[in-house]
């Protein structure tokens, strides 16, 4: 059998239909044609009787409206005016009644006799007679006219009434005419479209069943499909075959696939516990997998690479950066000394000075000068505490241990007193009551020792007229708040999320670290199990210090 | 009908050729009837009756009777000559002895609605048929007194005497007791009192032997007006001759059995004003020239009359009305008046009370079929006040072309006038007495008069009303416009009813006849 190609197939159903919507439109426009016909007439048939109303009987009306008035007349200056209006009227009508059939025209021709009757019976004076004219015999020809003119209007509806009737049949007839005609062309529309759409319906059926379990195959890779079986000679049994191809081909294409994925979920889960040695080494069916595997690959070998740099690099940072933290710390440290210092060192130039000058002038003694080697001893000492409080103040603690939070405060104030002092900023520290936390006493000394030099930085730095720092402590029911509030100016918006990251500062390169707030941080939150907080108030930075209260650290 | 041939109908009226077919001589089976519901007292004692002389259609307005030649001999003298051979219905004989009877019986009694009995001073015998009538002063009515002036036989005046009621006709009892071409031989009529019906039989003495042609004639008196229509248009033998409304001309011209008659007439609808109510706005000047200021004279000619009269020379014409038309319409506003009519003339008033209601003026009627109430009504209103405040008669032209049946409303004292405290009126009614017609001065005295009444505004003036008749298709006469109807000399055919019996009157007769319109 020859192959019909669905096109074909389907232009000879939409023929089917355009042949049977040309002859519905043929049949329309007939019965519209007859319609239009037959209306026409109607519409002749009313202007007839409307013609025969305008120009016959209203007039005729008129005339027997005159007549009665005359009668009806009561002297002879009304009477001359109606005889004028009626023989003008009467002219009028004559003109118009020759125009219809002789047996009209005999109807006229009498009541207008009778009209003149009775215009003569009042000319003779004869009033008596008119008015019984007018009401017998002019009434009557009146009427018989009124009748042949209301039977031509009759006439006039009739044929309307028979053309409307025509036009009702016809538009019946039509109505039967194209129903049959509709439901014959529906039919076999309806037959050839059915046929047509099964077939093709059961060819697209069958494609959408091999399909199916095509795509249910990719889906659970548990079956392979089996071939799709179609003899519609047409292009969907062309379909069928290709898919058929491409579905064979497919599935050995997925199968190798498979191995593929399954390799590089391998190498995936050798990455994830960090065996970046791990390579894919299937090969894909796909150009874009096999494409894939080369990028994962080497995308694999950086990543090792990169890690690697990463490592050394950050490992070298950061010994750069305990070694600027030390020689931060040992220049604040050295700074601090130099303000502690500054005031026994002068105190020992003065003894030195005058023991000099008693010496010149012979005036030194021995009292003197064991008072003054006293005095120089007693000097030194203090100088030596000094050093060993830095000293002890640097070394890190060994292990937690219950500390007065106050001691750790007083420690760290005493670090900076003399530079705090020297700077002129106004500083509080207000205590109400004992208060005890579990943790390293030094280390938070210096933690807070790095809020308080901040503070005192940015006040000298920003020549903030009246500076102060306040510190304070509160107890609370489960923990101890340690708050440091200055008049600096407080952080700009854009930093304050940072400030607690490592290597932010915003000192000059030379002068921050960017280390001190976040090595604070973590004392305080990893070692101490703390919270530290910061937020501007209206004058400066206000920095919050929580820690679990003694009592509740040992609960 | 759809297609009826109309063919050219032919002239539906005919002439009338009654006259062209008459009997000859007195058939003893004739008989007609007639309806005159207005003074029927004057036409029965014109019948009934004969004086010296008597009413006519002429220039002088009578005619010798039972006079045949009359000489003025002074203004204060007059010899009459008697007609020789005239006997009374009971066969006596009439002379000189009879005139100079009846004239001793009137003097004592004579009537007073003229000034006849202020004017008659005596009767004087010449000879057997010859009298002369001696006058107290000069009297231009004397002729036309004379007419009313009727000779009763002896039997009457033993048992009657004369009346001298005001309406002056002296009938009261049936009997062969007159002159006159027909006697009266059931019912009495004087217009005070009636029967509703009066049978006239041919007198057989009567001097004029050729009259009367009709054997009986039978007068009714008091019929209403639409059965008396009923009777004469449309029942054969019902009704001969009557008067009619002028609304029923139609119905009368295309009646089977009676034709219509019109003749321009002397009568005149006498509107009274009750001058003595004195309690009435009626009694006020101004009020009763308003109401006559009101009236559209020339409407109610040609829609109430149906163009049946002409216009009345004592009525206000447009321009005349000496009251402005504010004062008029402010003076009748919501007048409410009463008015005494017989029913024969409510088509008058329905006219007048249209006209009058646009002003606000509201009528309330007191209706009657018989005049023998309204007079009544009139005469007893001497006696004590009545309730009217309008009253009307149909009077019909008892005096002949002659302006006394108007004027006698005006004088004083008079039966039939209640105008008083004129003394200008009484001074022109006094003249008037004193002229005859036939003088210049008369025609002065009378516009005079006429003008006084209408200024005084005495009565509710109205058109002269047309003498309208339907009469009887077989019977023949020419109807008089003055209060007399000659029906001695009328006549019938041999289709009249009285003479065909029970054969039916022919069809082709019974077709509309031409209306007659006499001059």
Redesign the interface.
């Known amino acids: 059998m020859k192959k019909i190609p669905i096109k074909y197939k389907l232009f000879l159903l939409f023929s089917f239909s355009f042949i049977g919507m040309l002859i519905l439109a043929e049949r329309t426009f007939v019965l519209s044609q007859e319609n239009i016909s037959n209306a026409t007439t109607i519409f002749e048939n009313a202007r007839s009787t409307q013609h025969l109303q305008e120009n016959y009987i209203e007039p005729t009306n008129a005339l027997r409206e005159m007549s009665l008035s005359l009668v009806m007349s009561?002297?002879e200056d009304y009477r001359k005016s109606i005889e004028v209006d009626i023989r003008k009227q009467r002219e009028r009508l004559e003109e118009y009644y020759l125009k219809l059939d002789k047996?009209t025209y005999?109807?006229w021709k009498?009541?207008a006799?009778?009209v003149e009757k009775t215009c003569n019976y009042l000319a003779a004076?004869?009033?008596?007679?008119a008015?019984?004219n007018v009401n017998t015999?002019e009434r009557?020809?009146y009427?018989?006219l009124l009748?042949?003119l209301?039977?031509l209007q009759h006439n006039a509806v009739n044929q309307a009434e028979e053309n409307f009737a025509d036009i009702h049949t016809s538009a019946q007839a039509l109505k039967y005419e194209l129903a049959i005609v509709v439901l014959l062309l529906s039919t076999l529309v309806f037959l050839a479209g059915y046929l047509l759409s099964s077939h093709i319906v059961s060819s697209i059926l069958k494609l959408q069943e091999g399909l199916k379990e095509f795509f249910g195959y990719l889906e659970t890779k548990n079956r392979q499909p089996k071939p799709i079986e179609l003899n519609s000679r047409d292009e969907l049994e062309d379909m069928s075959k290709l898919l058929n191809r491409s579905i064979a081909k497919a599935s050995a294409n997925i199968e190798q696939d498979i191995v593929f994925i399954e390799d590089a979920i391998s190498v995936v889960n050798d990455l994830k516990v960090g065996k970046l040695s791990s390579r894919l080494h299937a090969t894909a069916q796909a150009q874009e997998l096999q494409l894939l595997k080369d990028v994962v690959n080497e995308m694999i070998d950086n990543l090792e690479s990169k890690i690697h740099e990463e490592i050394l690099k950050r490992t070298e940072q950061e010994k750069l950066l305990i070694q600027q933290s030390k020689l931060a710390s040992m220049g604040e440290m050295i700074g601090n000394i130099a303000h502690q210092w500054r005031q026994p060192l002068g105190e020992l130039s003065a003894l030195l000075m005058n023991i000099q000058v008693k010496h010149e002038f012979n005036d030194l003694d021995e009292a003197y000068m064991l008072s003054s080697i006293q005095q120089c001893i007693k000097i030194n000492a203090f100088m030596s505490g000094t050093i060993s409080d830095f000293q002890n103040f640097f070394k890190p603690s060994k292990e937690k241990e219950v500390f007065e939070i106050s001691e750790a405060c007083q420690r760290s104030i005493a670090i900076l007193q003399a530079s705090l002092k020297y700077h002129g900023i106004e500083f509080s520290f207000d205590i109400s009551e004992k208060m005890e936390v579990l943790g390293y006493p030094n280390e938070f000394a210096q933690a807070l020792l790095n809020i308080l030099s901040n503070a005192k930085d940015v006040l000298s730095e920003r020549e903030i007229s009246n500076p102060f720092i306040r510190l304070y402590l509160k107890k609370g029911y489960k923990y101890i708040l340690i708050v440091i509030e200055d008049n600096g100016g407080g952080i700009a918006g854009e930093y304050m999320d940072r400030i607690f990251e490592p290597y932010f500062t915003t000192k000059y390169a030379k002068q921050g670290t960017g280390i001190g707030l976040y090595m604070t941080k973590m004392i305080i939150e990893n070692n101490m199990g703390g919270i530290i907080k910061v937020k501007n108030t209206q004058a400066g930075a206000l920095f919050t210090i929580k820690l679990p209260s003694v009592p509740e650290v040992i609960a | 009908m759809y297609g009826a041939e109309v063919v050219d109908e032919k002239e539906i009226y005919h002439e009338d050729t009654s006259a062209s077919r008459v009997l000859k001589g007195r058939d003893p089976r004739s008989h007609i009837k007639v309806f005159l519901p207005s003074m029927p007292y004057n036409y029965v004692s014109r019948l009934v009756n004969e004086g010296l002389v008597r009413l006519a259609e002429n220039e002088q307005g009578w005619e010798y009777s039972l006079a045949t030649k009359s000489t003025k001999l002074s203004p204060l003298l007059y010899e009459f000559e008697l007609r020789q051979g005239v006997r009374f219905q009971d066969g006596t004989p009439f002379n000189a002895d009879s005139v100079i009877h009846n004239f001793s019986y009137f003097l004592k009694q004579p009537f007073n609605y003229t000034n006849i009995h202020h004017s008659l001073q005596r009767v004087e015998k010449i000879s057997e048929f010859k009298i002369r009538l001696h006058l107290s002063q000069p009297y231009g009515m004397l002729f036309r007194d004379l007419a009313r002036i009727y000779f009763y036989s002896e039997a009457y005046l033993s048992s009657f005497g004369w009346g001298g009621a005001e309406t002056g006709a002296n009938i009261k009892a049936s009997g062969p007791y007159g002159l006159g071409p027909y006697i009266l031989v059931e019912g009495m009529i004087t217009g005070r009192e009636q029967t509703p019906k009066a049978i006239l039989k041919a007198n057989p003495y009567y001097w004029e032997s050729e009259y009367p042609s009709i054997e009986t004639i039978t007068f009714y008196t008091e019929l209403e007006t639409q059965e008396a229509l009923h009777l004469a248009l449309f029942e054969d033998g019902g009704l001969d001759f009557m008067q009619i409304p002028f609304n029923k001309k139609i119905e009368t011209m295309l009646s089977p059995y009676a034709k219509l008659v019109s003749k321009p007439s002397s009568h005149n609808f006498t509107i009274y004003f009750n001058l003595l109510k004195h309690y009435s706005p009626i009694a006020r000047k101004e009020v009763r020239q308003a109401l006559n200021c009101a009236l559209n004279q020339k409407n109610l000619l040609d829609f109430t009359y149906k163009k049946e009269g002409r216009l009345n020379p004592s009525a206000f014409n447009a321009n005349e009305c000496p009251l402005d038309s504010s004062v008029v319409e402010r003076t009748l506003k919501g007048l409410e008046l009463h008015v005494a009519t017989q029913d024969s003339l409510l088509f008058l008033w329905k006219g007048i009370e249209y006209q009058l209601s646009m002003y606000g003026v509201k009528l309330r009627y007191t209706i009657t079929t018989s005049e023998k109430e309204i007079y009544n009504l009139t005469q007893k209103n001497h006696k004590s006040i009545q309730d009217w405040d309008i009253l009307i008669q149909n009077t019909q032209d008892w005096y002949g072309r002659h302006p006394w049946p108007v004027f006698i409303r005006y004088q004083e004292d008079n039966p039939w006038s209640f105008v008083h405290h004129d003394a200008v009126m009484e001074s022109y009614i006094h003249q008037f007495f004193r002229i005859e017609q036939e003088e210049p001065l008369f025609q002065t005295l009378t516009h005079q008069i006429q003008n006084r009444a209408k200024k005084e505004a005495y009565m509710l003036f109205v058109p002269t009303p047309n003498a309208v008749f339907a009469m009887n298709k077989e019977l023949v006469f020419e109807p008089l416009g003055i209060g007399m109807q000659p029906f001695w000399k009328a006549k019938i055919t041999n289709q009249h009813w009285s003479i065909r019996g029970d054969t039916p009157y022919p069809v082709e007769l019974q077709t509309p006849l031409l209306p007659k319109r006499l001059p």
Not at chain 1, 125 to 129: L, N, T
Request: negative net charge.
């Open positions: 009561p002297n047996q005999d109807f009498t009541y006799t009778s004076r004869f009033e008596e007679g008015f019984v015999t009557d020809h009427y018989a009748n042949r209301k039977e």
